[in-house]
Nanobody, 119 residues
């Protein structure tokens, strides 16, 4: 059974930093691309950053480019999201998700972690 467990969310002032972590189990981690998504009430979930199975390819939403960095450690089955220069509009529930290599759909999701940025 695949499990993704996020941690590291919290309350931070604008301009501050947070590092989110996602621990994966129940899957061969190196066979999965990973992504971070976020959602605020009344809005659709949006992709924040993605990373391929090896970590050699990453992509970011325009709104976070230059501020957020996604990374992974395949030895530890972990994926991270380093968030710097946080803005109030970054406030959301952040989700970790896994996509099997060769597929487009993220089938496995974590429960989410709340990030709140105060102005």
């Amino acid at each position: 059974q695949v499990q993704l467990v996020e941690s590291g969310g919290g309350l931070v002032q604008a301009g501050g930093s947070l590092r989110l972590s996602c621990a994966a189990s129940g899957l061969t981690f190196s066979l999965y691309g990973m992504g971070w998504f976020r959602q605020t009430p009344g809005k659709e979930r949006e992709v924040v950053a993605t990373i391929n199975w090896s970590g050699g390819s990453t992509a970011y939403a325009d709104s976070v480019k230059g501020r957020f960095t996604i990374s992974r450690d395949n030895r530890k089955n972990m994926v991270y999201l380093q968030m710097n220069s946080l803005k109030p509009e970054d406030t959301a529930v952040y989700y970790c998700a896994a996509r099997q290599r060769g597929t487009q759909e993220y089938r496995h999701w974590g429960q989410g972690t709340q990030v709140t940025v105060s102005s």
